[in-house]
């Protein structure tokens, strides 16, 4: 008897286990990963909970051979998952490119903490999110989804299991460690409320199948390791057969520019935002993860206070919801961008926004910016 | 190699397989090995040259063929091999 | 002769053979003898997967007709260890070159070895690192040259056997490429083996090792493999020894030891059993 894989109920647990439930919920059987501060939580829960669920958990000897071994695991046709923080994440990018160049849905979440390198383990940080985007060389494109609660742990973990099953692509979760490490109520539903995708398969014979053909949405179907289908991938440049391709340019140009369009093309069904007060606002405060909390808490304040301010969470960091930022440009005078960091999706909300009229609000160390920190932004540079 | 030794049955009790060597020159990258090993001496190097700039093997001696096998278990390059004679013809 | 086809043609991907290997190359002669250990074990092979790295004989899992995957550089070992852990059913095989499995990839060979999970790695060690041009590796042959010491390698060579050994394998055989009869029956006990199983091949690099070493044509490294090479069944590990006058073969380790994927499933039956029996549903409420 399998234990119930999705524990339907009102809980109140922290979001690095939340996370771990919403992998289960989601159908995730294989984890492969490496203790590291603040995400060891989500391994330790996995490793209870898979068991019990017939999933594996794979204490890999390093964060590099979690990637690999997740890719593995997808191959044979297993969902797969790990967790880790900003060291680690290092080391799992020439992986995510080999997961990026050989289309495997795989799922990484990312607790991020104080960077560089070491940094503060027990701190909190958003010091990764450009790297979630170019941390591996190469062009590729990945989707990066961004909690703010305990329970948008859950629901974007699951969210990010069926987007890398649809788009055959890696797709991050990227907590920082207060939303890992917080603790909120949780309602996980039944399980007939849960929306699971499945990766596409073969519809052809083996003998008739290229595993790197795609269909009209640019995602080959994917066979699976074991099933006659006898095929082959390779992190080389290769053509719609699988075969390696180190010469022509053609295939090079055709093969890169598939593995990005097949996310941009389809990033309107990818990019979710939360929108708090937009409709009328003259100042906009554009946010994602634990601050997006406080950036919430300081609109409300600012509104009381007479001040026609907004906000604009972004849920998916990537691919970047700049028709969201193009949306709201004519309509605000200022953007505020608050992050803990010193300076990353700033420079995205730029690129779709007059620069002079943008409020950095940069904050690094042991806490968010507090909503009042955040109002003083608000307020403080009107005209 | 150390380990090579003389077989242990009689001559007169071993049994020669009937084969005929069929070879694939456009795969043959020179090598030698396949000639250089035969224990019959029945393979040498053809003249002509292969489209790698390779001298491919031919059966020069083909009655002292024994059937042996080493010319296809040693190719590095699925080159040549052998083919029972009731198969059929190379 | 009339064009025929060769007996082991169809158990390799149409179009990708001839090989890119150099005339000599060993590594020719282990694609061969992998293929005819299947054929002979009569493997359901569309239950095989065979992983590889970066080299030249990292391109092998191309050449077959099998499910495969050519990893990043090092990485097959940890590919194949996800696979086998969430697939036991599939025969997972990692073929590897020197530098791939024990420099770059060293960590994933020990810790494999160590859990001892079900499966089979034949290293083709040539010295060196070819597919590059030629570089030194972890096997590289005291003070001999290559493109990364010019004035010779200072350096001490792995002891593959031993490392294996060291490591926790069940099965560590080495033969070389002039052995071809022995390399396929060691595949064929390492394939039915359960468990983390070992075969490494000292194989000739002609273009870049050999030549810069001046180990002749590729009959001369045959030939040096052949008459230098002592089988010593079961002897030291440590003594096993790899070098231009003696090359230590045969098989070194043959033992029997609980294999990963049959402990974990048995230990998922127990934690799942002691549920049933409580009647939880999970051991850990949130």
Redesign the interface.
């Known amino acids: ?4 894989d999705v ?1 339907t109920g009102t ?3 922290q979001g690095d ?1 939340a996370c771990a ?1 919403g992998a289960i919920a989601a159908g995730c ?2 984890f ?1 990963g490496y203790p590291i501060t603040p995400a060891t939580e989500v391994a330790e ?1 996995m490793a ?2 898979l ?2 669920v ?1 999933g ?1 958990y ?1 204490q ?3 964060e ?3 990637v ?6 997808s ?4 969902k ?1 998952m790990t967790a880790t923080s900003g060291p680690g994440f290092s080391l799992m990018q ?2 995510i ?2 997961a990026a160049m ?1 289309e495997t849905p795989i799922v990484i979440v990312d607790v991020m903490r104080g960077g560089p390198s070491t940094g503060q383990p027990t701190k909190t940080g958003q010091q990764d999110v450009m790297q979630a985007k170019w941390g591996s060389h190469g062009d590729y494109e990945i989707i990066a989804l961004a909690p703010s609660s305990v329970q948008e742990t859950f629901d974007l973990t699951v969210r990010a299991f069926n987007l890398a099953e649809k788009y055959r692509v890696p797709v991050f979760v990227m907590l920082d460690e207060i939303v890992g490490h917080m603790r909120e109520r ?1 309602i996980i539903p039944s399980p007939d409320r849960i929306e699971i995708v499945n990766r596409k398969k073969p519809t052809v014979p083996p003998g008739q199948y290229n595993p790197f053909q795609p269909d009209e949405d640019l995602v080959p179907p994917m066979a699976t ?12 440049t290769h053509d719609e057969t699988g ?2 391709q180190t010469d022509s340019a053609e295939e090079q140009s055709k093969l890169v520019r598939r593995l990005c369009d097949k996310i941009r093309v389809n990033r309107d069904s990818i990019v979710q935002v939360k929108k708090l007060l937009l409709e009328d606002a003259d100042v906009c405060v554009v946010a994602y993860g634990s601050v997006a909390r406080s950036a919430m808490a300081a609109v409300t304040r600012a509104r009381q206070r007479g001040v026609k301010a907004g906000f604009l969470g972004l849920t998916t960091l990537w691919p970047f919801p700049d028709k969201e930022i193009e949306a709201i440009a004519d309509k605000v005078d200022r953007i505020v961008v608050a992050e803990m960091n010193y300076g990353q999706i700033v420079r995205e909300v730029e690129r779709r926004f007059d620069y002079r009229r943008i409020t950095f609000a940069s904050k690094l160390g042991e806490d968010p910016q507090t909503p009042d920190e955040i109002l003083n932004y608000i307020v403080r540079e009107r005209k | 190699m150390e380990a090579a030794r003389k077989p242990l049955s009689p001559k007169g009790n071993l049994k020669i397989l009937e084969v005929d060597i069929c070879t694939i020159p456009e795969r043959c990258k020179g090598c030698g090995v396949c000639i250089e090993l035969c224990p019959k001496d029945v393979l040498d190097y053809d003249p002509k040259l292969n489209v790698h700039g390779a001298h491919p093997p031919i059966v020069v001696n083909k009655e002292n063929c024994v059937g042996c096998g080493l010319c296809e278990e040693v190719c590095p390059d699925l080159a040549i091999f052998q083919k029972k004679k009731e198969e059929g013809k190379c | 002769m009339i064009q025929e086809t060769h007996p082991l043609e169809r158990f390799t ?1 149409k ?2 053979i001839p090989h890119i290997w150099c005339a000599g190359c060993g590594n020719g002669v282990i694609l061969s003898e992998l293929l005819r250990a299947l054929v002979e074990l009569k493997i359901d ?3 095989v ?1 065979v ?1 590889s790295g970066i080299g030249c004989i990292g ?1 092998i ?2 050449y077959v ?8 550089h090092g ?1 097959a070992i ?10 036991p ?2 025969k997972v095989i990692v073929v590897s070159g020197d530098g791939d499995l024990f420099a770059i990839g060293g ?2 060979f020990i ?1 494999a070895a160590r859990r001892n999970i079900d499966m089979t790695v034949i290293c083709s060690n040539n010295f060196n690192y070819g597919m590059t041009g030629g570089q030194a590796g972890p096997t590289t042959m005291p003070d001999n040259r290559t493109t990364t010491t010019p004035y010779g390698n200072i350096e001490h060579p792995f002891n593959l056997v031993h490392l294996a050994a060291g490591s926790g394998a069940v099965y560590v055989a080495r033969w070389t490429t002039a052995h071809v009869r022995r390399i396929r029956e060691s595949i064929k006990t390492a394939l039915t083996k359960k468990g983390f199983t070992f075969v490494e091949i000292i194989s000739p690099c002609p273009e870049q090792y050999g030549r810069r070493n001046r180990m002749g044509e590729p009959i001369d490294q045959f030939n040096w493999l052949r008459e230098k090479s002592v089988v010593q069944h079961f002897s030291d590990p440590v003594k096993a020894e790899v070098g231009p006058n003696k090359v230590v073969v045969g098989e070194f380790v043959d033992i029997e030891k609980p294999e990963y994927t049959e402990s ?1 499933r048995r ?2 039956m127990t ?2 059993g002691t ?2 029996k409580e009647g ?7």
């Open positions: 008897m399998l234990a119930r524990l809980h109140f647990t286990f439930e059987r294989f492969a829960r209870r909970r068991p019990e017939g594996v794979l890999m000897e390093d590099i051979g979690s690999a071994a997740m890719i593995g695991a191959y044979g046709g297993v797969s020439e992986n490119g080999l050989t949780l390791f074991g099933e006659g289908y006898r095929f082959y991938a390779t992190g080389l075969h390696p | 991907r179009g990708m092979l569309n239950k997967a992983v391109r899992s191309g007709n099998l499910d495969g995957f050519h990893t990043t990485r940890a590919f194949a260890v996800g696979l086998k852990a969430a697939r059913d599939i960590n994933h810790h974990l230990q998922m934690v799942q549920l049933e939880r549903l999970t051991s850990a409420p949130l």
